[in-house]
């Protein structure tokens, strides 16, 4: 299963999302049947590293986030105990 294709949600996946999408229109019936395996294959490995991308810049964010908040936590804690 794979999340919704839009193509604005996945910019880095637009020719994989097309070949899925087109294999689809081209085979209404044999895509049950395994038509659509290799361009199904090559769009969850394009997701897949998307998420790994994303899940590295999220985690990169967080970091920041939480030192800004350490660094306000040690600051509040400095004033309070002047």
Do not use: V, W
């Amino acid at each position: 299963m794979h999340p919704h294709l839009a193509p604005h949600l996945h910019p880095s996946c637009q020719e994989a999302i097309l070949a899925l999408t087109a294999c689809h229109e081209d085979h209404p019936l044999a895509k049950f049947f395994g038509a659509c395996n290799a361009a199904k294959a090559a769009l969850d490995s394009c997701l897949a590293d998307e998420y790994l991308i994303r899940r590295e810049m999220n985690s990169e964010a967080a970091a920041e986030s939480n030192a800004r908040l350490r660094e306000r936590q040690r600051l509040e804690s400095d004033e309070q105990n002047m």
